[in-house]
C-alpha cells in the first residue's frame, strides 16, 4: 500500500520561511512526477510545484516560482518544498501528491487533479500578516 505523508507545516509570519517534506512508502510506488497542491479555505485545491523523478525538470505555480524550491531525494522517496517571502495568501493545507501515468508531460497536464493519482493528508500552513 504506498501512503504520503507530509510534514513540516505550522505557523508563520509573513516574510518568513517554511519548509514541507513528503515520504513515500510503499515498494510499488514508482512516481514519474512528486509535487505539492494546496487548498485555501473556499477555494479549489490548486497545483504549487512538482518535480520529475528521472530527470532535472521542475515545475511551478507563477506566483512561487521566485519564493519556492521543490527539491527530491530518490533513494529516500521523498520530497521537500522550501517556502520563502511566504505571504497571507499562501495560507492553505499542502497536499503532497505522486503521479505514476506519464513520463512526458507539460505543466498543464501536471496541474489536473485528475493526472496525480496518489495523495497525502494534507499539512496546514498559516502565514499571519
Known amino acids: 500500500q504506498v501512503r504520503l505523508i507530509e510534514s513540516g507545516g505550522g505557523l508563520v509570519q509573513a516574510g518568513g520561511s517554511l519548509t514541507l517534506s513528503c515520504a513515500a512508502s510503499?515498494?510499488?510506488?514508482?512516481?514519474?512526477?512528486m509535487g505539492w497542491f494546496r487548498q485555501a479555505p473556499g477555494k479549489e485545491r490548486e497545483f504549487v510545484a512538482a518535480?520529475?523523478?528521472?530527470?532535472?525538470?521542475?515545475y511551478y505555480l507563477d506566483s512561487v516560482k521566485d519564493r519556492f524550491t521543490i527539491s527530491r531525494d530518490n533513494a529516500k522517496k521523498t520530497i521537500s518544498l522550501q517556502m520563502n517571502s511566504l505571504r497571507p495568501e499562501d495560507t492553505a493545507v499542502y497536499y503532497c501528491?505522486?503521479?505514476?501515468?506519464?513520463?512526458?508531460?507539460?505543466?498543464?497536464?501536471?496541474?489536473?487533479?485528475?493526472?496525480?493519482?496518489?495523495w497525502g493528508q494534507g499539512t496546514q500552513v498559516t502565514v499571519s500578516s
Open positions: 510503499g515498494r510499488t510506488f514508482n512516481p514519474y512526477h
Open positions: 501528491a505522486g503521479a505514476t501515468k506519464r513520463y512526458y508531460v507539460n505543466t498543464s497536464y501536471l496541474r489536473t487533479e485528475a493526472n496525480w493519482n496518489y
Open positions: 518535480i520529475a523523478w528521472y530527470t532535472e525538470n521542475s
